[in-house]
């Protein structure tokens, strides 16, 4: 009857379904002398777990800690986000100067039109007066 129960136990353990009180029952069995030979193979399983259950490390263990330095860290954002103010500020003077630029070469251009217009009229004023001076026969100043 016991072997019966034993195997039904070792084959809910195999499932994952056992209790903590189960489990023990197997234990003990299998940690007994008298397991039957086609069980046989479970006794290792179950002596190691008992064995692996008494073994405790010793060895201390060096944690590499990493120590962040936070000042250092807000100090290096603080520098790029100047740098990154001045930058924009810098672009923002180019695209006024450039603009200015551009109006500055339109108001020439509509003053070189203008002169060129005005040297136009005088030089045809300069015909006239020629030409009358000719007419009236004065000499040229």
């Not at 069980?39 to 073994?55: C, I, N, P, T």
């Amino acid at each position: 009857m016991e072997l019966v129960n034993i195997e039904k136990l070792l084959e809910k353990y195999l499932d994952a379904e056992t209790s903590i009180k189960e489990e023990n029952e197997l234990k003990a069995y299998f940690s007994g002398d008298e397991v039957a030979p086609h069980l046989e193979e479970y006794r290792v399983m179950f002596g190691y777990f008992s064995a692996s259950k008494k073994e405790k490390f010793t060895k201390t263990i060096q944690l590499k800690r990493q120590n962040w330095n936070w000042k250092w860290l807000s100090v290096a954002a603080s520098a790029i986000l100047l740098v990154s103010v001045y930058t924009g500020y810098q672009k923002n003077q180019q695209a006024k100067a450039e603009k200015i630029y551009h109006e500055t070469q339109f108001a020439f251009s509509m003053l070189s039109a203008n002169l060129n217009k005005g040297t136009a009229a005088i030089s045809e004023l300069q015909e006239f007066e020629t030409t009358t001076n000719k007419i009236f026969n004065k000499p040229n100043k």
